[in-house]
Each structure stands twice: as C-alpha cells, then as structure tokens.
C-alpha cells in the first residue's frame, strides 16, 4: 500500500542499488538489527538523501515502538557498527597470521574490558557474514584485509561459527570452547592494535557524518559492539587517553605494521 514502510535488514549494503527499481525509492530504509536479536538493544535505522522524511521518522518510531533504540546512521558501506568492527575484526586476524593464539587474542579485548574477544565475536555473528560485510567495507573504502584463507576454509566447511556448533571455536551449550595457552604472552602492543583500529574507523565515521555527532557514535558502538561500557565509548576514550597521544601511537604502529593504521584527518577536529 502507498504509506507501507519498506525496509532491508541488510547489513552492510546502502540502500541506493537496492532502492533502483521502486516508484518511489524515498520509501526504503535500513532496520539492521544485531544478533543476538533477543539480547541486542540497538537498531540502525539507515537513510540517504533520497530517503522521504516521513519514512524515516517511521522507521524510527517503530523501532521504538519493539523497544529498541534506534540510531539514525546515513547509508554508507557497513554503517556504523560493522565498519568499525571489520578493522577490529582484521586485526584480530593480522595478530592470528602472526602466530598469537586466537585464545590469547581474545584475552587481550577481555582484559581492555570488552564483554567477547574479536575471535568469539565473529563465531557469534557468523563467519560467513562476517565474510561478506569485511569483503564489502573492505572493497568500498580500499583496505587491504589481511589472510582470510582460514576463514575461508572453514565457511567451505560449513563451520559458521555459534549457530553451526563449530567456527573458530568449537562451541557446546552455548559457550565457546577455547584452547588454553599457558605461558603465552601475547604482543605488547596488542591491545592497542586492536583498539586503536576501531577507534580510528570511528573518528573517520564522525567525519564522514555517518552519524550525527560524538555521543551518538558512542552509544551506538557501545550498544551495537558491547564497546567496554566503563570507558564511556570509543571516542570518550580517547578523549580520556588525550586525542594527542592517540594519535602518537596510531602513527607509532603505522610505522611497525603498516599504512592501516594511518590516523584518520578526523582526529585534528576531533582535538
């Protein structure tokens, strides 16, 4: 019917190509929940220029309406909670191409106070999506991933991750079954590596205007990734760090692992 809201729940493509063949292309949105639905309170609600107001405030209202909090974000590859995690996410694989055991990887984001480990996290979301969303942000803004060949083998396998009982982890009554590593430590600058990518894929989303302004992205990264509350979100962190010192070790790490860690032009605003 005319005043029906359309809505993709796609959760990485914008919504210009999937809009191509309607009358009215104003009428779609984005509603793209997380899983687990149940347990996740957060929805984006994706628009662009081309989106009808009164469609938008629609979708907003009804994501209130199921008792989710809804976060306008404008329709760019990943949005904002899946971009800033695939560079999270591809650390994670870096450091596991580089011989550190996938448990100690995890240890690390749980000892910063993150509520899973990346590891755990793209089990939980599921390996092949978390394939598709990587290859789309990745190829849409130019990152370089790093080995996906594991990753690979084991969606050709049919091993998803949590839903499929097997991913990176073998995973019984709900709980990933992790290797323990005695005696490992994992790299010093770990931690940061892992850190600072998502931080600085934030600092380039608030930029971009993929959403409105600071607090915004920092609810939406603490409700959509589970961001270690405590801090505050990732840009109240680095605040709190000193956006200078920030950016001194971006640029630190850039020098030891590479160009992905540029720090974004959005840090001098920021500052």
């Avoid at 199921?66 to 590859?77: E, H, N, T, V, Y």
């Avoid at 990518?197 to 409700?223: K, S, T």
Wanted: a negative charge.
């Amino acid at each position: 019917k005319p005043e029906a809201l359309l809505a993709t729940n796609t959760s990485s493509i914008v919504l210009a190509p999937l809009a191509q063949g309607l009358a009215r292309p104003g009428r779609l949105v984005g509603l793209h929940f997380f899983n687990p639905v149940a347990q996740m309170p957060l929805v984006e609600v994706i628009h662009d220029a081309a989106t009808e107001p009164v469609a938008l405030q629609a979708a907003l209202a009804f994501a209130r309406r199921i008792d989710k909090l809804p976060l306008p974000c404008r329709s760019s590859a990943g949005f904002l909670v899946n971009r800033v995690l695939v560079p999270y996410l591809f650390e994670a694989m870096f450091a596991a191409s580089e011989g550190v055991p996938l448990s100690v990887i995890d240890q690390v984001a749980l000892d910063f106070g993150m509520p899973a480990g990346p590891v755990e996290l793209a089990d939980v979301v599921g390996l092949d999506v978390c394939s598709h969303v990587g290859h789309i942000v990745a190829a849409e803004l130019g990152r370089a991933p790093p080995d996906l060949s594991r990753l690979q083998e084991l969606i050709a396998a049919g091993k998803l991750g949590r839903k499929t009982g097997e991913g990176f982890y073998p995973w019984v009554d709900g709980k990933a079954v992790k290797a323990p590593a005695p005696g490992l430590s994992p790299p010093a600058d770990l931690a940061d590596r892992l850190v600072l990518a998502l931080l600085n894929e934030c600092v380039a989303c608030l930029r971009e205007g993929v959403v409105e302004d600071a607090d915004l992205l920092d609810a939406g990264v603490i409700f959509g990734t589970g961001f270690a509350p405590f801090r505050g979100g990732p840009l109240q962190y680095a605040r709190q760090r000193g956006i200078a010192a920030v950016v001194a070790r971006l640029r630190e790490l850039q020098a030891r692992h590479g160009t992905r860690f540029t720090p974004d032009p959005g840090w001098d605003r920021l500052a």
